[in-house]
């Protein structure tokens, strides 16, 4: 079983920064994949940022391109760093583990993740 908990949202003003951590518990599993989604009020579940094991690769979506840098310390433990934030930045922020290997092509899948629970990042304008 592994299960991701995040940290760190909170409120902050547009152009403010808020910095995520989620750990990812993991018994008997090797965690290879990791990445942050988020939801808005009203609107689906996107991917936001994912890194690769060893943090070879990150993958960002254009929304948050140049402005969130997502970076790991150890094979559990991923940051999610976000500056010159923005009112449609608000939502609710997932922190999501996967024992498989993932890629340009696969980070932003839904598919054969473990959730956790959410942190609600608010930025006012």
């Known amino acids: 079983q592994v299960q991701p908990v995040e940290s760190g949202g909170g409120s902050v003003q547009a152009g403010g920064s808020l910095k995520l951590s989620c750990a990812a518990s993991?018994?008997?599993?090797?965690?290879?994949?990791m990445a942050w989604f988020r939801q808005a009020p009203g609107k689906g579940r996107e991917a936001v940022a994912g890194?690769?094991?060893?943090?070879?690769?990150k993958y960002y979506s254009d929304a948050v391109k140049g402005r969130f840098t997502i970076s790991r310390d150890n094979t559990r433990t991923v940051y999610l760093e976000m500056s010159s934030l923005k009112p449609e930045d608000t939502a609710m922020y997932y922190c999501?583990?996967?024992?498989?290997?993932?890629?340009?092509?696969?980070?932003?899948?839904?598919?054969?993740?473990?959730w956790g629970q959410g942190t609600l990042v608010t930025v006012s304008s």
């Open positions: 890194i690769s094991l060893g943090a070879t690769r």
């Open positions: 993991a018994d008997r599993y090797s965690v290879l994949c």
């Open positions: 999501a583990a996967r024992t498989a290997y993932c890629d340009s092509s696969t980070w932003y899948l839904e598919d054969n993740n473990y």
